[in-house]
């Protein structure tokens, strides 16, 4: 199995060049949310999202995320005048909602979400297929040439969803070098993925995690509220 055993909006039967994707997380933004009054900051532990909203108060604004999309909804009415607020935004993929703060002053609506710590998994990569459990017909399978490649070259390392190879030459200079990074299916189990280069193809097994609720949680979870305070720190809208 090659890469058509990765769903096809994640990884499809093209040039290995072009399944270089871009890894910095950033927020999208669709169409309806699209303004000169917004603006974006990131640093090397949080996401800071600013928008402007005249006319909008705390508790005309509500904020739900859900399938890491945030949503941005109100509605208001100041004598004659009508303001709305509709803005809908990809977060990027290590953003923690569940921390989420949101706090509107002066019509300017402001939106903190610390980064998660990324998890990091190295794969060790065997030097025969038959060291390789039978994958499922669900499991993931990527294969990859590397001719020339001794298996203890290989260096694979996941951080959250992307996928690292790199090899490391064994030379007195130590020489690394990244050939790919690319983007995993989100129910890909990284902890129990397996690897093995034998003939210069490498194969990675990456079984398919079976989705469970959390013991607290159901099975099907409604989109998480961000409560809004004014710049003064006040309580929550409702």
């Not at 998994?121 to 490649?149: C, M, R, W």
């Amino acid at each position: 199995m090659a890469f058509g055993s990765f769903p096809l909006d994640v990884l499809t039967n093209v040039s290995p060049l072009d399944m270089l994707l871009p890894i910095e997380p950033r927020y999208v933004d669709y169409p309806a949310a699209r303004s000169s009054s917004r603006h974006f900051h990131e640093t090397e532990h949080e996401y800071t999202l600013s928008l402007a909203l005249p006319g909008m108060s705390p508790a005309d604004l509500k904020l739900a995320v859900e399938d890491g999309m945030l949503t941005i909804s109100g509605a208001t009415t100041a004598g004659t005048q009508k303001y709305t607020a509709s803005h809908r935004v990809r977060l990027p993929h290590d953003a923690d909602a569940a921390l989420a703060k949101a706090a509107a002053e002066n019509g300017i609506l402001s939106i903190t979400l610390p980064k998660r710590q990324k998890v990091t998994h190295e794969i060790k990569v065997g030097s025969s297929n038959d060291e390789l459990p039978k994958a499922g017909d669900d499991d993931y399978v990527l294969t990859q040439p590397f001719p020339g490649v001794r298996p203890t070259e290989f260096k694979l390392v996941c951080e959250d969803d992307v996928l690292s190879i790199a090899v490391e030459t064994n030379t007195t200079q130590h020489a690394t070098r990244t050939l790919k990074r690319m983007r995993l299916p989100g129910d890909a189990d990284v902890s129990a993925a397996a690897a093995a280069a034998e003939y210069g193809i490498l194969t990675i097994i990456f079984p398919r995690r079976t989705a469970k609720a959390a013991p607290d949680e159901p099975a099907t979870q409604s989109a998480r509220l961000i409560a809004v305070t004014n710049g003064s720190g006040s309580s929550p809208s409702a």
